[in-house]
Structures are given as C-alpha cells and as structure tokens.
C-alpha cells in the first residue's frame, strides 16, 4: 500500500518540483530584463544632459577656415584660406614673409585675423613719411573724403600729398563721391590702393 501511494504521489512532486523552477527561471528572467532596462534608462539620462535639457553635442569645429587679404610689402600678396583664430603672422607666413622693404614693427602680428580681414603691411618709406598710419593710431571716426583738406587726405595709409591734391581737384571738378569705391576714378588710385583705404574712409 505504501509503495502504491509512492508510485501516485511521484508524479505529483515531479510536477511540483518543475513548476518551482520554471517559477524561479522567471522571476530570474524578469530580474534581468529590469537590470537591462535600468541600464538602458541611465544611458537616455546621460546623453540627455542636466535637468532634461536634451542631448548636447560639440558644435565647434577645430577645422573651421576663414579668407582674408594680405597685401604691401609681402612676397605673395593675396587672399588665404586660413583656420579660424589664427593670428596675423600666421597669415604672414602664407604670403611669403616681408619683402625687403616692409616696415615689420608697425603691424601688430599677434593680433587674431577675422574673417574678411584686410592686412597691409607697408614700406620702410611710408612708415618714416607718415603715409601709413600704425593701426593702434587709427581714429575712432572714418576720414570723409567728400570733406576732408589735403593734410587729412594726405594721411591716409597709401595717399601722401600728391595724391591727397588729385583728389580734391577731383571733387572739384567732378561734385562729391557717391560711394568710397568711387575715389580709384582719381588718378593714381588703383584697387590695390583702394584696399588699404576702404577701412579708413567714408562719403
């Protein structure tokens, strides 16, 4: 009789012993679902950045270029492609370096170059004469070349007293300048004459 009621209840604890794994194999399949999701979730919080500001990212490029132009006494003038922050003589030295007869200690070289800068670099001549004004003397206000005498115009970076005279014969010969670009229509005022002027002048 004994031996008949292990043979009934065998089945009955095998089936018992089954279902308390496939239990246990659960909960352990459900833990680790909870753990992968928590994961899942810190990441979403760490790329999201502080206070659900949404994710952040870097967008100052290192590579980023800038054009500027470089003329006067230097041995390849022109415009450069040249990485964003660089200073002046950096600029210099995609241009050749100085001639032989720049003035190197008026242009500041360790000033940062903007994008669209103009850097002219002018003759030992122009420096001792005082046609070319050191850009730490420059006037807060532009020289209006509709108004201005032959001593103003005459100390403007590439004008001197010859050309300071042709521009007032010009005015008065022809009324007031439209436009600052209007002022290469004077004799011996070309472009590259004009590009030192353009930051310093008005109408």
């Avoid at 352990?28 to 899942?40: G, P, Q």
Wanted: hydrophobic letters at 35%; glycine letters at 8%.
């Amino acid at each position: 009789m004994r031996l008949k009621k292990l043979l009934i209840l065998l089945p009955v604890l095998c089936l018992l012993a089954c279902g308390v794994k496939n239990n246990g194999s659960g909960k352990e399949e459900k833990k680790e679902k909870i753990e992968i999701s928590d994961v899942a979730t810190e990441a979403v919080a760490d790329a999201s950045g502080p206070a659900g500001s949404g994710i952040e990212f870097d967008t100052e490029d290192p590579d980023a270029v800038i054009f500027a132009f470089i003329c006067g006494e230097v041995q390849k003038p022109g415009v450069y492609e040249i990485k964003t922050g660089s200073r002046k003589v950096e600029l210099l030295e995609c241009a050749g370096g100085f001639t032989e007869r720049a003035a190197t200690d008026v242009v500041n070289l360790a000033e940062q170059v903007n994008d669209g800068d103009m850097v002219y670099i002018p003759s030992k001549e122009e420096a001792a004469s005082g046609e070319y004004k050191a850009e730490d003397e420059k006037k807060d206000s532009l020289v209006n070349i509709n108004k201005a005498d032959a001593a103003a115009l005459s100390k403007l970076p590439g004008i001197g007293e010859t050309r300071a005279e042709a521009i007032i014969k010009y005015r008065k010969k022809h009324g007031d300048f439209k436009k600052t670009e209007d002022i290469m229509n004077v004799s011996g005022i070309g472009e590259a004459t004009y590009h030192e002027l353009e930051d310093w002048i008005t109408v």
